[in-house]
C-alpha cells in the first residue's frame, strides 16, 4: 500500500500542466536573464580610437586613444594607448623644405596603423594641432608656414585615417586643453570636484592654467576660458608666453650676454669647462631674439661656461618686466594674474627636467632645491658628461640653465611662494596617459565631454542581473504557488487506506 502511495504522490509532479508551467517557467526565467545580460554590456567590448599628432616647437610626437565604443559619454574612460616620437626636428624647421615635413611623420603614420584596428582605420580621427614652433614661424615667414600646413596636410590626407585637419592652436587653447586633460584623467571633471592646476613648459611658449575664487574673467577678458563640464561651469584662468619656452628664453639670456663681450660670452648657467662656438646668426634667428642682433657682430662667438646658479638666476630674471602692471596683479610683462591656488601639474619640460635633476619631490624646501640645484651647476662639465654618458649632449649642457629658469619662472614670474610651491607635482603621465594639451583637444573635437552629467544607473551592471533573476525566481515561485488549485495533488488527495 504505502509503494503504491509514493508512487501516487511522485506521480503528481509529472502531470502534463505541472510539467508545461515548469518547462514555460524555466524558459521564461533564462529568456528574461539572458535579454538583461545583452541588453546591458555586449559581449564583444568594440573600441573606438582617435589620434592627435602634437606639433611642437622641437619635435612632433603622436599619440593614439582609445575608447570603448559604446561608451562615448562616459566618464575619464578614454585612453592613450600608444605614443611614437617622430624622428627629427619640429615641423616648423622644415620651412626651407616643407615636403620633408610631411615625410618625416610617415614612420609614426605607419606605426599607427598597425596599432589601430584595420576595420576602424576609417573611422578614426587625425588631428594635427601645432603649437609655439609654427606660431613664431607664421609671424616670421606665414606663406612659409602655410607651405608648411600643406605639405603636412597632403601627407596625412593619404593615410587611412579620417584626417580632419591640421592648424596652429592658440597660447589660450593650449594652456586650455592641457588643464582639460589633467582634470578629465584625474576624474575631477566628472566628480565635480576640486581641479588642478596645469603648468606646462615646451621650447617656445610656456603655459599656466587654473581655477581661482577670485578670477570671474572681467579684470582679464583675454585670460578667461569658460566650460561647462559633466554640469558643472569652470572659469579657467590661462595664459600662453609665447617665447618663454626654454629653447626660446635660453636665447634671450644668450643675446643679454652678447650684448657685452661680443665674441666671447661667459655664460653662468652653463658649467665651467663647457666650451662652444656658437653663430651669431642662429641665435638670433627667432622673432623672439631677431631684434636685438647687435650690429656689426662677428660670424661666430665663443660660449663657455662657469656655473653659478645666483648669477645664473640673475641673468634669467632679466628676461622677464616687473613694470606696468595696469590690473590689479599680475605675473611678468603686464600680464595680469590672479594669485595662484590649489594643486598643480607641472609637465612636459618641467618633468624632464626636474626629473633628470631629482629635483621631482617638491615637499623638500625650496631653499634646499636651490642648493642642490647650486651644487650641480658648480659641477665641472667633464665630471656632468662622465656621470651621464647616455644623455644626449644638448640637453645635458643645458640641466642648470633649465632648472634655474623653471625656479625662476614658478617663484618670481608665477608668484609661488617656498609653501605653495608644494601644491606643485612634476608629472609625465596620469594613469597611462601623457600629460599635455592632445588629449584634451581630442575630447574636445569629438564631443567627448558632455556639458550635463550623464544619468548614472541605479545599480552597477551585476547588481542588476542578480536583482532581475532573483526577482524573475520569486515570481516564478508565486506564480506556481498561485496554481496550487490545479495541482494534482491538491485536487485528488492521495487516499489513505
Ligand atoms: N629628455 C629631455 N630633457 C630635457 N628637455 C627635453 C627632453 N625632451 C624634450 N625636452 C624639451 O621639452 C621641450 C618640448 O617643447 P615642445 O613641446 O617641442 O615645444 P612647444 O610646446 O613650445 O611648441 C623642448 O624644449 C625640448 O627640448
Ligand atoms: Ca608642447
Known amino acids: 500500500m504505502s509503494a503504491q502511495r509514493e508512487m501516487k504522490e511522485k506521480n503528481l509532479w509529472h502531470t502534463p500542466v ?47 586613444y582609445e575608447w570603448p565604443a559604446e561608451k562615448d559619454n562616459n566618464t575619464g574612460r578614454v585612453e592613450q594607448t600608444h605614443s611614437c616620437k617622430v624622428k627629427g626636428p619640429g615641423i616648423s624647421s622644415y620651412a626651407s623644405d616643407p615636403v620633408k615635413a610631411g615625410e618625416s611623420l610617415s614612420e609614426c603614420m605607419q606605426e599607427a596603423q598597425l596599432k589601430v584596428p584595420k576595420d576602424r582605420h576609417q573611422e578614426t580621427p587625425l588631428y594635427l594641432g601645432a ?55 584625474d576624474d575631477r571633471l566628472s566628480q565635480g570636484l576640486e581641479t588642478t592646476g596645469a603648468l606646462d613648459l615646451g621650447g617656445a611658449s610656456t603655459q599656466i592654467s587654473f581655477i581661482s575664487d577670485s578670477f570671474d574673467g572681467s579684470e582679464s ?16 584662468y590661462t595664459h600662453s608666453f609665447l617665447c618663454y619656452g626654454k629653447d626660446q628664453v635660453l636665447r634671450l ?25 656658437k653663430n651669431y646668426s642662429v641665435l638670433y634667428d627667432s622673432p623672439c631674439v631677431s631684434d636685438r642682433k647687435p650690429s656689426g657682430a662677428p660670424a661666430t662667438f665663443t660660449h663657455s661656461g662657469r656655473g653659478d646658479f645666483l648669477q645664473c638666476q640673475e641673468m634669467v630674471k632679466k628676461v622677464f618686466n616687473f613694470t606696468n602692471c595696469k590690473y590689479s596683479q599680475c605675473s611678468f610683462n603686464g600680464v595680469f594674474q590672479p594669485l595662484v591656488q590649489g594643486p598643480f601639474g607641472a609637465f612636459s619640460a618641467y618633468y624632464f627636467v626636474m626629473n633628470f635633476l631629482n629635483l621631482t619631490d617638491t615637499s623638500i624646501p ?3 632645491v636651490k642648493e642642490k640645484l647650486t651644487r650641480y651647476c658648480a659641477t665641472p662639465w667633464n665630471e656632468i658628461q662622465q656621470q651621464h654618458p647616455k644623455v644626449k649632449v644638448k640637453y645635458l649642457a643645458e640641466y642648470c640653465f633649465s632648472g634655474t629658469y623653471i625656479l625662476t619662472l614658478l617663484t618670481e614670474g608665477y608668484n609661488f611662494t617656498s609653501e605653495s610651491y608644494s601644491d606643485i607635482k612634476f608629472i609625465k603621465k596620469i594613469k597611462g596617459s601623457d600629460a599635455g594639451w592632445t588629449l584634451g583637444y581630442m575630447l574636445n573635437l569629438t564631443n567627448m565631454i558632455p556639458a550635463e552629467a550623464p544619468d548614472t544607473p541605479l545599480l552597477p551592471h551585476a547588481g542588476y542581473v542578480s536583482f532581475v533573476t532573483v526577482i524573475a525566481l520569486l515570481l516564478f515561485v508565486l506564480f506556481i504557488v498561485s496554481l496550487r488549485p490545479l495541482w494534482p495533488s491538491c485536487s485528488k488527495q492521495p487516499q489513505i487506506v
Open 366 to 368: 625650496l631653499e634646499v
Open 131 to 185: 603649437t609655439a614652433g609654427m606660431r613664431l614661424l607664421n609671424i616670421e615667414n606665414s606663406s612659409a608656414s602655410d607651405r608648411v600646413f600643406q605639405a603636412v596636410g597632403e601627407a596625412l590626407q593619404k593615410s587611412p585615417f579620417s584626417f580632419q585637419g591640421a592648424r596652429i592652436l592658440s597660447g589660450q587653447e593650449e594652456g586650455a586643453f592641457g588643464w582639460v586633460t589633467v582634470n578629465y584623467l
Open 253 to 277: 639670456v644668450l643675446a643679454h650676454l652678447t650684448q657685452s663681450g661680443l665674441g666671447n660670452v661667459a655664460d653662468p648657467c652653463f658649467h665651467s669647462g663647457y666650451m662652444e662656438t
Open 221 to 236: 577678458p583675454a585670460n578667461s576660458v569658460t566650460f561647462r563640464l559633466y554640469g558643472n561651469d569652470y572659469n579657467l
Open 18 to 64: 505541472t510539467i508545461i508551467i515548469t518547462v514555460i517557467g524555466v524558459i521564461a526565467i533564462v529568456a528574461l536573464v539572458t535579454v538583461a545580460v545583452l541588453q546591458n554590456k555586449p559581449l564583444h567590448q568594440k573600441y573606438k580610437y582617435g589620434i592627435v599628432l602634437d606639433a611642437g616647437s622641437s619635435h612632433t610626437a603622436l599619440y593614439i
